[in-house]
């Protein structure tokens, strides 16, 4: 499931071996999901009660499309998309590709559960130093704007990466750096950045896994403390004012963050994040708060001998004297991308305005976590899955 605001991308196997694409358009929903799933019982420690219902006859009609796959060579390996709503626009990019490819989506014609497309010429990314080098983190789509975070060398040895969020103006045709980290980086496995991106009217959200704790080597820890007051991101959520595009530090003490979703109906920022070996957390971003981490995680040391300390003297199993999270999933689901059910419609009929969606790469479930009116807690989890 890859999904993102007012789309979602569901790939499924036909008996045919066909591979097709079901594209969910949905205006008011920002994470969804399609027929067929159950939902079972979950351990956490959250106080929630957990659902253990079938809904496998609880289907929500949707405005749904099938794309047959083959014909773009983007979905052939792991993507990211976002949608133009606007002009029916699917935007597709690879890890390590140097283009956005734009799929113009013929919503006139419905001949379910097929509709017209067309290829357009694609976008080429920004050059920094070879676009064939630049690694994406992630992409969405706001306001006739394309933003776009990835890691990018500018030495030709790989050994000084920088961290990147542009901008791509459809009117213009051009990019605009928006951000860029501190400091350069070795090469690393970039994906535990994270890079995730948000908005609101004022402001762009990115954030920054903590990877000199991730993939500590001598130099890292020998340095953190310089290092985390020289870094503008990593182990933060970073706010951007659009239109002066001064940044600043919105909280600290994360790990490795999986999703990040801003809830315009609450006006929250929500954030996902992978936790060592257990403690994946959904959080609440507020100004100037610590996380945890490294100092405390609720998951559990990836060393062989448990008791031996990390080399940050992480406390597990414990969030005492930090900002805590609102739910935490033990042992680890992969969360993912996180959305919330608003607005009016056949879902939020069906399912109210209650609700939070996260999606779990581990099992391939969708979360749907039940919070008060009102009160930022949890009332119980369901959880779907194909």
């Known amino acids: ?60 009609e949707t405005n749904s499309a099938l794309l047959q796959l083959e014909r773009f060579s983007v979905f052939k390996k792991k993507f990211f998309i976002a949608y133009n709503e606007k002009q029916s626009l699917v935007y597709a990019v690879k890890r390590q590709e140097g283009l956005i490819h734009q799929i113009s989506l013929d919503l006139s014609r419905k001949y379910w559960p097929f509709i017209e ?47 990147y969020l542009y901008e791509y103006n459809l009117y213009n045709k051009d990019w605009v750096q928006l951000f860029q980290s501190t400091p350069c980086i070795p090469r ?23 990877i000199f704790t991730i993939h500590p080597n001598k130099v890292f820890v020998k340095n953190y403390k310089d290092l985390m007051m020289e870094t503008n991101i990593y182990g933060s959520i970073v706010e951007i004012n659009k239109k002066s595009l001064k940044n600043k530090k919105l909280s600290y003490g994360h790990r490795s963050p999986g999703g990040l979703f801003w809830d315009s109906s609450r006006n929250i920022l929500w954030q996902t994040e992978h936790g060592p070996r257990g403690g994946d957390e959904l959080n609440i971003i507020e100004n100037n708060k610590d996380y945890g981490w490294p100092n405390v995680t609720y998951g559990v040391n990836y060393r062989t001998n448990p008791k031996k300390n ?34 009016n419609g056949e879902f939020s009929n069906h399912w109210g305005n209650d609700s939070l969606i996260v999606t779990s790469l581990k099992d391939r479930s969708l979360y749907r976590l039940h919070i008060k009116k009102n009160k930022f807690d949890l009332l119980r989890t369901d959880i779907y899955w194909r």
Request: one cysteine or more; aromatic letters at 12%.
């Open 188 to 210: 690393l496995p970039f994906h535990d950045i994270g890079g995730k991106i948000s908005f609101n009217a004022n402001s762009i959200f990115l954030s920054g896994g903590n």
């Open 117 to 163: 497309f067309l290829v357009q010429k694609p976008i080429a990314l920004p050059e920094i130093n070879s676009r064939e080098n630049l690694f994406v983190l992630d992409l969405a789509f706001d306001n006739d704007r394309i933003y776009l975070s990835f890691v990018s060398d500018i030495s030709k040895d790989g050994n000084c990466n920088y961290t």
């Open 310 to 343: 990390s080399e940050f003297n992480t406390k597990y199993n414990t969030h005492e004297d930090f900002k805590k999270p609102l739910h935490v999933w033990i042992p680890s689901v992969g969360v993912s991308g996180v959305g919330a059910i608003s607005g």
């Open 1 to 60: 499931m890859v999904s993102f605001n007012k789309f979602s991308l569901y790939i499924k196997k036909l008996y045919n071996k066909k591979i097709i694409i079901v594209a969910l358009l949905l205006i008011p929903l920002s994470l969804i999901f399609v027929n067929f799933f159950t939902s079972q019982e979950h351990n956490s420690t959250s106080q929630e009660h957990n659902s253990k219902r079938l809904i496998t006859n609880e289907l929500i």
